[in-house]
């Protein structure tokens, strides 16, 4: 018998461990920069529903800024952030500065959401924040495309993923960050 408990409770232990250590892969951990150049801890967005977008200001699915403005702006208050990572990435369809890319979203698009300077998206130079939105991501997988979107829910998980062709006002992202608040 007890040999028994003794390995109950190493199970217990090994699988607080494990949760432990999956729970330091999150995506929300680490630092970014803004586009501005000041670091961003993206634990500071903790506790909140995220929506983690790769963006570029030369690709057909750009007036999704609209969009996710809007979103921002009707969510905000309830806990919901979109967080814009511009990529050059696919067509060079982001080939601006980080100042350019700024003055472009703010002038054009009215964005207010964070904006992270600009980054590549798939390839070995791929922060560490896409290499797990990419890897725990159901579907995992590179990103495909320009405003690939991850919702991350309260609890620092990954909720969903949406391809390019999923607006901003689709049914489907809509519905699922919205269960991801009422969380």
């Known amino acids: 018998m007890p040999l028994l408990k003794l390995f109950a409770l190493f199970a217990a ?25 000041e670091d961003v801890d993206l634990g500071s967005y903790k506790g909140k529903v995220v929506l983690v977008v790769n963006v570029a200001s030369r690709c057909g699915a750009t007036p999704q800024y609209t969009g996710l403005q809007g979103l921002y702006e009707k969510y905000k208050d309830k806990g919901f952030v979109v967080l814009g990572f511009p990529a050059n990435d696919f067509g060079r369809q982001e080939p601006g500065s980080d100042a350019e890319i700024k003055e472009f979203c703010t002038t054009k698009y009215d964005v207010s959401f964070p904006m992270f300077s600009k980054i590549t998206v798939k390839g070995a130079d791929k922060p560490k924040l896409y290499e797990v939105l990419t890897t725990m991501s159901d579907p995992a997988g590179d990103i495909g495309w320009n405003f690939e979107k ?17 607006g901003p006002d689709d049914p489907a992202l809509v519905a699922a960050f919205e269960a991801a608040l009422a969380k």
């Open 150 to 166: 991850f919702l991350i829910g309260k609890d620092g998980t990954i909720a969903g993923r949406f391809k390019t062709r999923v």
């Open 13 to 37: 232990v090994s699988l607080l461990g494990l949760a432990a250590s999956a729970r330091a892969d999150l995506p929300l951990s680490g630092t970014m920069k803004s586009i501005d150049g």
